[in-house]
């Protein structure tokens, strides 16, 4: 989404300049020809997309009950009701809404960092020309990609169930395996406990936000969450890696090469010339990671349906289930724009963290050669 | 320059693209269409229009016989009429009141017919039903919405306790000990649970537990219908029970011992006694048929008996374009010779009270869910009741590490939240 926006920047100032010359002669047409090839597109994005999304915009800010068209004259202006009842109401709906936002927030925190740096540690791997057998191995670190996510949330469901192949696992490891996806405690409530910290301060059970307190905030995926983060890194890993290796390919060999002559180690290498090269893709796949773990939805869907006991609500799930389970269309529309709020915001706060500064270079040769120099032993300082 | 007159053309298509989909739009469903004549009902003249009839149907046995009862009322009356079973009933129906085609009649829940009212969706004709009197009391006040009832009952299930005979005998029990309050459900339960095999087993939810709340005399609503009575000893005294019930292991709740519900812990052999509806029958002839078991009423508690009553009703879309045939085939589908059909095809109770005996003699066995419909309590119906049911079930799965009270308190703060906002 965001690299889209960029390339018409880049690309306008050649077009500018070629401007002249068009619109005039034979390529006189052109424009209009354009405009008709690209028409059916406009129609069925506006048909499917435009027009929807602006009819949700309505929704959210509108007391239609769902009876008839939103737009009939019946349906009320309500303003901002139904986005301050999630935020500010401190009643169900901002509680639900809360522990939604709260399940999500851990999941996308555990997931996306995770599955950027195992599909890039697999790409690597599969990238070597010395490995035997790399198309096998691509084909199955891929394989999830292309299953369905349904299909794989029930053979998680399986795999993970109380007397499931996860437990029966475990229990010959003499572990005794939670029951995954009833057990709503949250993992950093269960370390703490494990050193004994039972009970929260004071000062985090009196304070909250959007009806949660602090303690609850901090009380991390619940064990069942951690079966979807688990899903999530497992089905998507494959995805990016693919998008890794389509890099890794485009680094050039004569710069590893080059990078070789100079005495690097392999550490080094990686560290200083493969990673910074590839730095695009990891933008790529830290944005899409980003959108698609705010999204989750099927999983949730087919699996749990938010249980339990709320612990895998997620928003997206949360509108459509105030949507179409209680009727509540204005709630669920306001749901979706939150949301859609938040992963704007995200995005644009991981494109300002990550954005290639034209200084950066130089200034990175420098501190390399300066490091370099000093000692080889803690190349990885400055990264 | 050129630019501009580009950016002219292209504002021009959008919105001309714009005006042209809204247009397309406004031709069909845009207008007050909904609202509109569609009150008048079917041509007197003609049969009428073809009536659509939507159902959420428990499997084919259903479906198959709802079919059937529509199609007999069809021919006889020359009206062209169509069941068919949803995949998910609540999503399209809420696409066809949007769409303004909704179905003609369809199957409404308790936790939707609220909203549903709320929004004018649904067309009362309980003043045009001829056999309201034969309907079982509690069914007719649960559709009952402003002293106005919107639609006939459909048939209606209880909660009773399930006991696996074979588990019963092996553990030495006999007919005496047979549960009929709660320290001998508690008794049976311990002397029930094995190595292999837990005493009780049921859903975390309300919609279980709220038998107990019952049979201690406790509610959600109160009788006014205004405030919320969540936070009482009634309450607290069901709660409590249950959960010494799960802390010393007697009771545990179906995803413990690797089951989706009541039924299938029951029938797996993981849970000597679950507490469930009469839906049961079906699910354990088809997935665990050598089970044998035996159906009592629920125990009784502090205030006597109690049971938790579910049923639907045959809702009338009010955008229905043969509302009047409409309600003849309803009173065709609630009559006692149909509803009679229905209970021998998939073991569904009459909404009437004059097919009790057919009921007995078919089921004799199951006479402990019909009992129930004498004092069983229904859902609440108030809009949004379910969001805040579905916040306490969430809070009664970890029951067994939390203070009943805190529970209880917190609903009571939603429920009451939530009667305030009705005005």
């Known amino acids: ?383 | 320059m050129r630019r501009n007159a580009r950016s002219t053309v292209l504002t021009t298509l959008i919105a001309s693209g714009a005006l042209a989909l809204t247009a397309c739009g406004g031709g069909s469903s845009f207008d007050e269409e909904p609202t509109g004549d569609a009150t008048s009902g079917g041509d007197s003249g003609d049969p009428g229009a073809p009536l659509t009839v939507l159902i959420g149907s428990s499997g084919d046995a259903e479906t198959d016989a709802v079919t059937a009862a529509v199609a007999a009322w069809s021919e006889e009356s020359g009206v062209e009429a169509r069941a068919q079973a949803a995949s998910d009933l609540n999503q399209e129906l809420a696409q066809g009141f949007a769409a303004g085609n909704p179905p003609d009649i369809f199957y409404t829940s308790t936790d939707l017919i609220a909203g549903y009212v709320a929004a004018g969706s649904l067309y009362p004709y309980g003043d045009q039903l001829t056999n309201v009197d034969d309907v079982y009391p509690a069914l007719i006040d649960t559709f009952t919405i402003d002293d106005q009832l919107y639609c006939a009952p459909t048939n209606f299930s209880t909660l009773a306790l399930v006991i696996n005979t074979d588990s019963w005998a092996a553990a030495g029990l006999t007919d005496a000990d047979i549960p009929t309050d709660w320290e001998s459900l508690a008794a049976a339960a311990q002397a029930l649970t094995t190595d292999q095999q837990v005493g009780l087993s049921f859903g975390p939810e309300y919609q279980r537990i709220g038998a107990f709340m019952a049979e201690a005399g406790g509610a959600i609503i109160g009788e006014d219908g205004t405030t919320a009575v969540v936070d009482s000893p009634e309450n607290l005294e069901a709660l409590t029970f249950v959960k010494e019930m799960l802390a010393n292991d007697t009771l545990k709740y179906p995803s413990e011992i690797g089951a989706g519900w009541g039924g299938e812990a029951f029938g797996s052999g993981g849970a000597a006694m679950t507490v469930e509806g009469n839906w049961i029958n079906g699910a354990l002839q088809n997935d665990f048929p050598d089970i044998s078991y035996e159906v009592v009423e629920m125990p009784e508690g502090s205030a006597g008996k109690g049971t938790m009553l579910y049923t639907n009703c045959w809702g009338i879309a009010q955008d229905s374009q043969n509302k009047e045939g409409a309600v003849s085939l309803v009173e065709h589908l609630t009559s006692k010779d149909v509803q009679v059909a229905l209970l021998e095809a998939y073991g569904v109770m009459p909404s009437v009270q004059s097919a009790r005996d057919d009921f007995f003699e078919v089921y004799p066995e199951q006479g402990a869910f019909l009992e129930g419909g004498e004092y069983g309590v229904g859902l609440p119906t108030v809009q949004g009741a379910n969001d805040v049911i579905a916040d306490f079930n969430g809070q009664l799965e970890g029951l067994e590490t939390t203070d009943p009270q805190t529970i209880l308190s917190s609903v009571q703060t939603n429920m009451q939240a939530l009667l305030d906002s009705q005005g």
């Open chain 1, 1 to 383: 989404m965001s690299n889209g926006s960029s390339a018409p920047a880049r690309t306008s100032p050649v077009r500018s300049q070629r401007k002249p010359s068009r619109g005039s002669g034979i390529r006189g047409h052109e424009a209009a020809a354009g405009w008709l090839f690209i028409s059916p597109m406009i129609v069925i994005l506006g048909l499917f997309l435009v027009i929807p999304i602006l009819m949700a915009a309505w929704v959210s800010v509108s007391d239609w009950s769902g009876r008839g068209s939103p737009l009939a004259s019946t349906v009320g202006f309500v303003g901002a009701e139904h986005y301050g009842e999630l935020t500010l109401g401190g009643g169900l709906a901002t509680q639900d809404f809360g522990t939604a936002l709260r399940n999500n927030a851990w999941y996308v925190l555990l997931v996306v960092p995770t599955q950027t740096v195992l599909s890039l540690f697999l790409a690597t791997l599969v990238n070597r020309q010395v490995l035997k057998g790399r198309g096998f191995f691509r084909t199955a670190f891929f394989f999830p990609s292309v299953t369905s996510s349904v299909a794989i949330t029930v053979l998680f469901l399986f795999l993970f169930s109380a007397s499931g192949a996860v437990n029966a696992a475990l229990a010959r490891l003499s572990i005794n395996g939670p029951n995954w996806f009833s057990d709503s405690r949250g993992v950093v409530h269960i370390l703490l406990g494990a050193v004994g910290v039972d009970q929260a301060p004071g000062f985090l059970t009196a304070n909250g936000f959007m009806a949660l307190s602090w303690w609850q905030w901090l009380s991390g995926p619940s064990v069942a969450m951690s079966v979807f983060i688990i899903m999530a890194i497992f089905t998507t890993s494959g995805t990016f890696m693919l998008l890794f290796i389509a890099a890794l390919q485009a680094v050039s060999g004569e710069v590893e090469e080059a990078a070789l002559v100079d005495g690097c180690s392999g550490w080094q290498r990686f560290w200083f010339v493969t990673l910074p090269m590839v730095r695009p893709t990891i933008f790529t796949v830290f944005t899409l990671g980003l959108i698609g773990c705010w999204q989750v939805f099927d999983q949730i869907y087919t699996g749990t349906q938010g249980g339990p006991a709320k612990t895998t609500l997620t928003p997206a799930y949360l509108s459509y289930q105030a949507s179409f389970e209680s009727a509540q269309w204005g709630r669920g529309a306001a749901v979706a724009f939150i949301l859609f709020g938040i992963i704007v915001v995200m995005t644009v706060i991981q494109r300002l963290v990550l954005r290639e500064r034209d200084t950066v270079p130089k200034r990175k040769r420098f501190v390399f050669s300066e490091r370099s120099g000093e000692s080889g032993t803690r190349p990885g300082a400055q990264l």
